[in-house]
């Protein structure tokens, strides 16, 4: 047997002392409220979801025209949709978008140093279709933007699209068979088929924390940057921040990419963090036209697939992205040798991932130590939890953005911000004075459907969808619900989920594009998931979700595990828990057999 120390230092670290130190760590973390513990972006707050990019005052005659298809949301998910039913010979595909244009996620995320951290040759999705090689490995927050309109220019999707325009509810109409949508600008559209892609993190949310209303100085959401305010533009240079004291709350993904710009603009700057981030190496270089010339058809997909795979704990040969995301995956290679794998049982299997995600995880702490002068700083800086816990970030900035003079971590140690005053925060029983508060507290996840995309869906016999998930979401495959005929949605409710959100969205909408597809060569005008299909599909990810029970226990708070509380309603609104890979090969064979299984044609 070998000693515990023996294994320590053969490993370089003690496993046992960090599975404490990672359990102390989540157990400051839990609170009883969860996800109850954030503001809601209604009421006195919602001017934090204005638009700022458009100009005030748009308006336009109210729509009562029918379409083919409605797709609400104008993000990837909702360019993609669109995309593949046009292929799929669909005509009228009208999107109906919040923002003024095309982009989704990235139209309102222009906060400086917004880019993307998978890289931009898997992320971006229709590469190919579009005849288009990104400029960098990882690609900035404009380009993807800009590959947003090219995507609804090259499909077409501009011809009907609605923007500025939010949809307030939908009405099945049986007699018809049609959907009524209705809208904020007095819409009363109807169309066949409605396709819900509201997108997982569209919904900005702030800090509960008392006394927001009586702070005196400058707010906003990260999600809404106020360039106005802080001048400078998605690459930097904040020069309107030149004498001023700013503060941010969150160290997420997001104030990890703007951190470093407003370290250098602001003459003093105050991070509040509760959690430390995992900050990796980014690495970013341009894209080697010599590479870009050499691919061939067909290399999109490949790739996408090969990331898929090895982030997702599988086996390739050959790890084509080869940067942080699949290095957990290397370190566990060595550690076990792959071929060998199957020799290993379970449990085995799980030691040694947990072994290879301590090795990474060191990797990181040793970073943090290595870039930032100050000790303590340093150490307030160090993550202790799973690497996959919360989104890992990549970023070669922000660490020794910490060593600039005006630049304060405030650590909470778990607690978070305390309130606000009217002069600023207190955090740590200490008052912070700012000129401006930024929050980067990220986005509603955990919290009901309904309430997320703002708008309820009445179905067959007046039932609602608000009541039918009342009590949690039920789907078949997570693309449609009984009693919500022709409804289809994009999400990762019961469906899978990839850290390259695109290629679960691209997968869905081939999927939906299909069915419509069958149900149009069939001449049939109605299609709907039968009772029993869809509680089978909901047991099936109750039993999938085991896979990752205990690891999700395990980890510090965040919405990967709804904050910290998983329960039965979160366990069945979950993702498919055997992984993408399996679950996008559930969709195909389910597609292949070319019977329809579990849906019902009218
Ligand atoms: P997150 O939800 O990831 O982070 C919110 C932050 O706010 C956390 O650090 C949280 O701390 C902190 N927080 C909340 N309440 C308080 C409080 N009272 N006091 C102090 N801190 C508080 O939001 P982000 O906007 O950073 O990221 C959201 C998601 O967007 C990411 O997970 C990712 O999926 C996506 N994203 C993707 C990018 C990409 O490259 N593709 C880039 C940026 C974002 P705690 O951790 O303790 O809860």
Request: proline share 5%; aromatic share 10%; hydrophobic share 35%.
């Amino acid at each position: 047997m070998t000693s515990p120390q023996a294994i320590a230092e053969q490993l370089g670290f003690d496993p046992d002392s960090l599975r404490a130190k990672y359990r102390a760590e989540r157990d400051k973390r839990l609170r009883a409220d969860g996800n109850e513990q954030y503001q809601e972006v209604t009421g006195d707050f919602s001017h934090y979801v204005d638009d700022p990019y458009v100009e005030p005052g748009y308006s336009r005659a109210p729509l009562a025209d029918e379409v083919d298809c409605i797709v609400v949301g104008g993000g990837f998910g909702g360019l993609l949709t669109g995309a593949r039913l046009t292929e799929a010979g669909v005509k009228r595909v009208r999107i109906i978008e919040k923002g003024g244009d095309f982009g989704g996620t990235w139209y309102w995320n222009r906060y400086p140093g917004a880019a993307c951290d998978v890289e931009s040759y898997v992320y971006l999705p229709l590469c190919e279709e579009l005849n288009f090689v990104p400029k960098e490995k990882y690609t900035h927050a404009p380009e993807i933007l800009a590959h947003s309109r090219a995507i609804g220019e090259k499909f077409n999707l501009y011809e009907h699209a609605c923007f500025q325009t939010e949809v307030e509810g939908m009405e099945w109409d049986e007699d018809n068979k049609l959907w009524t949508v209705y809208t904020n600008r007095g819409d009363k559209m109807r169309a066949q088929y409605v396709c819900m892609a509201n997108g997982p993190l569209n919904r900005p949310k702030l800090p509960g924390i008392p006394g927001i209303s009586e702070y005196q100085g400058h707010t906003f959401h990260t999600s809404r940057w106020d360039y106005g305010y802080t001048g400078g533009g998605p690459e930097g240079n904040l020069s309107g921040l030149r004498g001023k004291r700013v503060g941010i709350i969150g160290t997420g993904a997001t104030a990890i990419q703007c951190v470093p710009h407003l370290a250098q603009g602001a003459d003093e700057l105050f991070v509040f963090q509760r959690t430390p981030s995992s900050v990796d190496v980014r690495a970013n270089r341009p894209t080697d036209p010599e590479w870009a010339a050499s691919l061939k058809p067909g290399w999109q997909q490949a790739r996408m697939d090969n990331f898929m795979t090895l982030v997702s704990g599988g086996f390739a040969d050959e790890d084509l992205v080869n940067d942080g995301w699949t290095e957990i995956i290397r370190n566990l290679g060595s550690m076990v040798n792959f071929k060998g794998m199957g020799r290993l049982s379970p449990a085995e299997i799980a030691e040694k991932m947990e072994l290879a995600d301590f090795q990474k995880m060191e990797q990181i702490r040793a970073r943090a130590e290595a870039d930032v002068a100050d000790k303590d700083t340093a150490e307030s800086l160090k993550p202790y939890y799973r690497q996959f816990c919360k989104r890992p970030c990549f970023n070669d900035e922000y660490l020794p953005s910490f060593n600039l003079p005006g630049v304060h971590l405030i650590d909470t140690d778990g607690v978070g911000v305390e309130r606000f005053t009217q002069a600023g925060l207190v955090a740590n029983g200490q008052e912070f004075e700012l000129d401006c508060v930024i929050f980067a507290t990220g986005f509603e996840v955990g919290t009901d459907y309904t309430r997320r995309s703002g708008y309820d869906l009445i179905g067959r016999n007046g039932q609602s969808l608000k009541d039918k998930w009342a009590d949690g979401i039920a789907t078949l495959h997570g693309m449609q619900t009984s009693g919500f005929p022709n409804c289809f949605i994009i999400s990762q409710a019961q469906s899978g989920f990839t850290v390259s959100f695109p290629h679960a969205m691209n997968e869905q909408a081939k999927h939906i594009a299909y069915i419509i597809q069958q149900v149009a060569q069939s001449n049939a005008k109605v299609v709907e998931v039968t009772e029993e299909a869809e509680q089978e599909w909901v047991q099936e990810i109750i039993k999938m979700s085991r896979l990752s029970e205990s690891f999700q226990a395990e980890c510090t708070p965040g919405y990967y595990n709804n904050e910290g509380k998983p329960n039965p309603k979160s366990v069945q609104n979950g993702s498919y828990g055997a992984g993408p890979v399996k679950f996008f090969k559930v969709i195909e064979g389910w597609r292949e057999e070319g019977t329809l299984a579990g849906l019902e044609l009218r």
